[in-house]
């Protein structure tokens, strides 16, 4: 694939909304199985969660492919997933291999240009066992005030900012980014809320893996495209750590050396409670390779801000979600995660092309 090819490919399948990314898959996956959200578009349109199998149904090693676990991240994830196909990958599979697509995960929050899902929760915090006391995050209850400030004016972003400041000087920087990202708990409409039950878009996800049998396989590599944070263009390998050190060097016999982990001090995201990780580490265990290929866009200082922008719209003025305002921080939320612009598009698509022929490689080398 030259450098041309991607170009013209970047043109065609990035989308401009969820409805449209969820067209051209299903105009490349005709039979793809769709899985229905409670939820509404913004338009009043059906969403749904769709998923299509390539292999045979027995192999023993499975590709799992998930974009749209963060709502608008999944503008990269979509147009991913379609340059796999177009690159014939799933029609050149390797003996006793499979490939799983899974499209808009959370297809609310791509609908919506939001994070979050339906609930209002962090999807990527939900999968903790909530049978368990749940994890705490002190630091975020002191916090939450000023991460999410009612007062949305210049002086209230101020005085906010200024709370936020003095917390980070007396704990220091790690307190403070594991405080905001880690997930929290107990503040519902707050960042990176967990929840408190697993949801619809987790059960959608648990419901996927059981109808695939894919607890079954004997190894499974997952790939879960993600958006906003690190250098512009560039796509991190981010390991997570309920897969510890195992799952590092797994993935790293994978995709080389540029793999990162967060207990090594090498990933730009800290520790995480309730990652996707954390539920196939309990589904599969050392049978499973899971990384996050996360792309840098704009700087942490400009995505914050339209995550909190965000945040404040569902929490405190719902009923404008889709007002001339909403929509202004909605747009705002997916140009944060999703930069309209054909260097990051050529750049993303470039490392993901990559990333997909190593973990194929991978799977045939067995």
Same mark, same amino acid.
């Given at each position: 694939?030259?450098?041309?090819?991607?170009?013209?490919?970047?043109?065609?399948?990035?989308?401009?909304?969820?409805?449209?990314?969820?067209?051209?898959?299903?105009?490349?996956?005709?039979?793809?199985? +769709?899985?229905?959200? !409670? @939820?509404?578009?913004?338009?009043?349109?059906?969403?749904?969660?769709?998923?299509? =199998?390539? *292999?045979?149904?027995?192999?023993?090693?499975?590709?799992?492919?998930?974009?749209?676990?963060?709502?608008?991240?999944?503008?990269?994830?979509?147009?991913?997933?379609?340059?796999?196909?177009?690159?014939?990958?799933?029609?050149?599979?390797?003996?006793?291999?499979?490939?799983?697509?899974?499209?808009?995960?959370?297809?609310?929050?791509?609908?919506?240009?939001?994070?979050?899902?339906?609930?209002?929760?962090?999807?990527?915090?939900?999968?903790?066992?909530?049978?368990?006391?749940?994890?705490?995050?002190?630091?975020?209850?002191?916090?939450?005030?000023?991460?999410?400030?009612?007062?949305?004016?210049?002086?209230?972003?101020?005085?906010?900012?200024?709370?936020?400041?003095?917390?980070?000087?007396?704990?220091?920087? +790690?307190?403070?980014? !594991? @405080?905001?990202?880690?997930?929290?708990?107990?503040?519902?409409?707050?960042?990176? =809320?967990? *929840?408190?039950?697993?949801?619809?878009?987790?059960?959608?996800?648990?419901?996927?893996?059981?109808?695939?049998?894919?607890?079954?396989?004997?190894?499974?590599?997952?790939?879960?495209?993600?958006?906003?944070?690190?250098?512009?263009?560039?796509?991190?390998?981010?390991?997570?750590?309920?897969?510890?050190?195992?799952?590092?060097?797994?993935?790293?016999?994978?995709?080389?050396?540029?793999?990162?982990?967060?207990?090594?001090?090498?990933?730009?995201?800290?520790?995480?409670?309730?990652?996707?990780?954390?539920?196939?580490?309990?589904?599969?265990?050392?049978?499973?390779?899971?990384?996050?290929?996360?792309?840098?866009?704009?700087?942490?200082?400009?995505?914050?801000?339209?995550?909190?922008?965000?945040?404040?719209?569902?929490?405190?003025?719902?009923?404008?979600?889709?007002?001339?305002?909403?929509?202004?921080?909605?747009?705002?939320?997916?140009?944060?995660?999703?930069?309209?612009?054909?260097?990051?598009?050529?750049?993303?698509?470039?490392?993901?092309?990559?990333?997909?022929?190593?973990?194929?490689?991978?799977?045939?080398?067995?």
């Amino acid at each position: 694939m030259n450098l041309d090819s991607v170009k013209q490919i970047a043109e065609v399948d990035f989308s401009d909304t969820y409805l449209e990314a969820r067209e051209k898959f299903l105009a490349a996956v005709p039979n793809a199985r +769709a899985y229905p959200c !409670s @939820a509404k578009g913004p338009s009043g349109e059906a969403l749904y969660t769709d998923v299509a =199998y390539f *292999g045979p149904t027995d192999a023993k090693r499975l590709l799992v492919l998930i974009s749209g676990t963060h709502g608008p991240e999944g503008y990269h994830g979509s147009a991913a997933q379609l340059l796999f196909l177009r690159a014939k990958y799933h029609e050149q599979l390797p003996h006793s291999t499979a490939v799983l697509f899974i499209h808009a995960l959370n297809c609310y929050g791509f609908a919506w240009n939001r994070r979050a899902t339906v609930e209002g929760c962090d999807l990527n915090r939900n999968f903790i066992d909530f049978s368990s006391p749940i994890p705490p995050n002190p630091g975020y209850e002191e916090l939450d005030e000023f991460f999410v400030p009612e007062d949305r004016s210049e002086e209230g972003i101020r005085r906010a900012e200024t709370a936020i400041d003095q917390y980070r000087k007396l704990h220091g920087d +790690a307190a403070y980014l !594991s @405080a905001r990202a880690q997930g929290q708990y107990t503040r519902p409409g707050g960042l990176f =809320y967990g *929840g408190t039950e697993p949801t619809e878009a987790r059960r959608t996800l648990e419901k996927i893996m059981a109808d695939f049998d894919v607890s079954t396989r004997d190894e499974v590599i997952i790939i879960d495209y993600h958006t906003g944070l690190g250098p512009y263009g560039y796509g991190e390998i981010q390991c997570e750590q309920p897969s510890g050190l195992k799952g590092y060097h797994r993935a790293e016999k994978i995709f080389g050396p540029s793999v990162t982990l967060p207990d090594l001090g090498t990933s730009t995201s800290p520790n995480l409670h309730g990652t996707l990780d954390e539920y196939f580490q309990r589904l599969l265990g050392d049978r499973h390779t899971y990384v996050a290929v996360e792309y840098g866009t704009y700087p942490i200082s400009e995505v914050m801000s339209a995550i909190r922008d965000e945040h404040w719209l569902f929490r405190f003025r719902p009923d404008q979600a889709d007002s001339e305002l909403g929509r202004e921080i909605r747009n705002a939320s997916k140009r944060s995660f999703y930069p309209q612009k054909p260097d990051w598009q050529e750049m993303v698509l470039w490392r993901a092309h990559l990333v997909h022929r190593q973990a194929l490689e991978a799977l045939a080398s067995e």
